[in-house]
Every structure is written in structure tokens, then in C-alpha cells.
């Protein structure tokens, strides 16, 4: 993977449409949002918002806390409706065909009080498969599970509980990969393993998109930066640009450490 010089309770929301496991089709793109908003009753959480995601790059959403970004998610994966504005995959909107080639996995996992291998068996339940053994044992296998299949899910630690949830969304190769801060709060060894998965399933050809605080991993990881602030981009630009010279005075803030109000 370049990366341009860079050496609900949660839930997982599941596509509903078989898409090939080992060749994936390529990303809808692009994404296009046109004069966004989002509010919560009496309060705007985004607006005016303008943005194009033309590519495959692997796509980190940044901001402080309340900036909206989580809010952003929700609604380019059609959990959310905007109170005004639209979006578009590729030369549709948020159609069912769409919602069926993405997965979207939150913070905090909910995982079913079962086996880690039933949670898997569940995802793949949702379609009609005739390989299903196969890629329920490749997912244990990939999210690095396979000893732990029997055990029940919720006994699991929190960062067995993150790949267990990851590997739930990928076991139907999504095209588009959804993700709202994923390694908050893991172990160190735990972060590795999941960012291990990631690139993986980038330079299979799965659009990315990421929600993290942590400016390494946005550096590890990212490809191209959106930066959230008051419910509006206030840059979207290459990672290696906004980690060496950002433009915005926010941006600039931000990654000096500042509180950003």
C-alpha cells in the first residue's frame, strides 16, 4: 500500500447480497455529498457539507470530539437520513443494492451469547451460500480466531472482541469497509492485529473509511485525511500534506495538541 511517504452499543451493520470472497468487486465510487446537513432536533450537528472520494485510497475521518464525524458515517451508510443534502455511490443514491456492498463496525462491538464460530455462522446465515464452511474457517482464520472458535463470544477480551466483530463484517467482502474508531481503548499487541487486518483488506481493493483520534495510526494507515470541525470540512487532502502542512488554522491546532472548541 502507498501511503504517500508514511513509512452501538454498537453494533456491526451487515450488507444483505453475497459479493465474491476472494476477488472483490471494485468500490462504488466515488462517494459524492452535496450540501450535507444533519440535525438533532434544535442542534446542528453537520452542515454545508461538500465532499467527493474519487479513489480506493484508504480514507481517515479526523476531528475533535463533537466535530461530527461519527455522524458523517452514519449517514454516507444510510443508518441516518440528512436534513438536507445528498448522497451518492457511484451514479446512485443510498439505493438497497448500494447498502448491500457495505459493512459499517462501531467502537464497541455486541456480539450474540454464543460461540465466537456461531457468531461468524449467524453473518453467513443472513445469505445463501454454498461455500459457507469455507468462509466461515478462512474468517477465524484471518482475524487470527481459529483457536478460539468454541469459546463464547462475550468472554472474549476487548480486542478478541474487536477481530471478532471485524472479521463478522468481512466475512461477506464488503466493497466499502466502514469504521468508527475500532482500536480505542485495545492493548497495544491488539491494535497491531487489527491494523494487520486493514491493510489487508485495502490492498484487496476495499474502500476504507476510518474514524480514529490517534494521529500514528492516521499516519500508519491513511492515504488521504478528511478533517471534521463544527459540522464541516475544514480540509481534505493527502495524509502526508495535512501531517506536514495543513492549511486550516483548526488542522494546525489539532495536530499541535490544542483544544479545539
Known amino acids: 500500500m502507498q501511503k504517500g511517504g508514511w513509512s452501538m452499543p454498537s453494533i456491526v451493520s451487515f450488507p444483505s447480497a453475497a459479493v465474491e470472497l476472494r476477488k472483490p468487486a471494485p468500490s462504488p465510487l466515488p462517494l459524492k455529498v452535496r450540501h450535507l446537513a444533519f440535525q438533532a432536533g434544535p442542534t446542528p450537528i453537520l452542515s454545508g457539507i461538500d465532499l467527493d472520494l474519487k479513489t480506493d485510497a484508504l480514507t481517515v475521518l479526523m476531528g475533535p470530539n463533537g466535530a461530527g464525524k461519527s455522524v458523517f458515517l452514519r449517514l454516507i451508510h444510510g443508518l441516518l437520513q440528512p436534513t438536507v443534502g445528498q448522497i451518492s455511490w457511484g451514479d446512485s ?26 457468531n461468524l455462522a449467524f453473518a453467513l446465515g443472513l445469505r445463501a451460500f454454498s461455500n459457507r464452511k469455507e468462509r466461515l474457517e478462512q474468517a477465524l482464520e484471518e482475524a487470527s480466531l481459529t483457536d478460539l472458535a ?19 463484517a468481512l466475512i461477506l467482502k464488503p466493497k466499502v469497509l466502514m469504521l468508527d474508531e475500532p482500536t480505542a481503548n485495545l492493548d497495544p499487541a491488539s491494535v497491531l492485529m ?31 485525511v478528511v478533517f471534521l470541525n463544527k459540522g464541516h470540512v475544514a480540509e481534505h487532502s493527502s495524509a502526508e500534506t495535512f501531517f506536514t502542512s495543513p492549511v ?9 495538541g490544542e483544544i479545539l472548541l
Open 248 to 256: 486550516s488554522t483548526a488542522a494546525q491546532a489539532y495536530l499541535n
Open 93 to 118: 443514491g443510498l439505493t438497497k443494492p448500494v447498502r448491500k456492498q457495505q459493512a459499517l463496525v462501531f467502537q464497541k462491538p455486541v456480539l450474540l451469547r454464543r460461540s465466537v464460530k456461531a
Open 194 to 224: 487489527i491494523e494487520q487486518i486493514l491493510t489487508k483488506v485495502r490492498n484487496s481493493g476495499v474502500k476504507i473509511i476510518l474514524i480514529t483520534h490517534d494521529q500514528h495510526q492516521a499516519k500508519r494507515l491513511g492515504e488521504e
Open 150 to 168: 468454541h469459546r463464547p463470544a462475550r468472554v472474549l477480551s476487548g480486542g478478541e472482541q474487536q477481530r471478532l466483530a471485524l472479521a463478522r
